[in-house]
């Protein structure tokens, strides 16, 4: 995956999606499926806000939680977290990011 000025910032074998929420910056996103139910699968986020809080959904709206990252740390602009096995089909996982002081934003799909 390549920043907006062309540096590489990570690499995934899930597909990757550029979202633009109401009210935060543009966010890559990218879910990495291990394919095998020992392991745990990932989550990566960037272009996020230190304090920011990502949750994982099973579906878009009044979906189930699957996970919740920690914050993002003081000097970083992203976070990536283990979550259980996605399932080895693969499929999608929808996102939410919270800023500090502020409503959780509308889930964006994420394919692994």
Known sequence: MESASG???GTSTAA???VTSKGLLESYKSATNAYDADVQDVIIIIGLLPGD?????SVSTAGTEIATSKAVA?????????V???GGLGGNVYLTVTSTGKRKNNSSSVHY
């Open 7 to 9: 540096a590489l910032i």
């Open 84 to 86: 259980a096995q996605l």
């Open 16 to 18: 990757t999606a550029t």
């Open 53 to 57: 809080i990502v949750k994982v959904y």
């Open 74 to 82: 003081t000097d970083k602009t992203g976070i990536s977290f283990n």
